[in-house]
Structures are given as C-alpha cells and as structure tokens.
C-alpha cells in the first residue's frame, strides 16, 4: 500500500463511520468530518514533496490522519487557512523529526 493509498483509505474509513451513525452526530461531528478533509488534502499535497525515506517513516504510522486531527485540536487551530498549513508542517515535523516539511 502506498502512502497515498493509505491517506485516502483513513479517511474513507472515518467517513464511511460517520455516515453509518445518525443525522445529529454527523452534525455534532461536522467539525471534525471538515478538517479531517482539509487534512486528507494537505497531507496528500505534501506527500508530492517528500523523500522515501520520509514516506516509509510516515507509512509505518498508525493512523495518520487521527493523528493530525489530534495534533490539529491541541493547536488550537483558529479556522484560518495560514494557520492550518503551518500546523501541519509542524505536525508532519513532529512525526518526521525535521525542522521543517
């Protein structure tokens, strides 16, 4: 499985969970079902730029977007698009032990 591959399964995991629960946990959740989106997004927008080495490394995480949701909500992310790209290039430093992806 690649990356790429594993990116999109996370989330049509996470997605097909959210459908199968009813209208107001959806809608409780929609929060969360909208920046894992982003998320799925910017991590396959970063993917094009990185090494093997770094793919391997993130290949072997768990699950790579509960991760990033996490680290996104202990952030304090402000709902501004800058703000959300510079939080998942720390996120993906975090997990890549780099300065900077």
């Given at each position: ?92 430093a975090?997990l ?6």
């Amino acid at each position: 499985m690649t990356l790429n591959e594993k990116v999109h399964y996370e989330y049509e995991r996470f997605y097909l969970d959210m459908m199968r629960t009813s209208k107001e946990n959806i809608f409780a959740h929609s929060d969360e079902i909208e920046a894992k989106k982003m998320l799925k997004k910017a991590i396959l927008n970063k993917i094009k730029n990185m090494n093997e080495d770094e793919v391997e490394s993130l290949l072997v995480e768990d699950n790579l977007l509960e991760s990033a949701y996490h680290f996104l909500k202990e952030a304090r992310w402000d709902n501004e698009a800058e703000s959300f790209h510079q939080i998942v290039s720390q996120w993906l430093a975090a997990l890549l032990k780099t300065d900077e992806v």
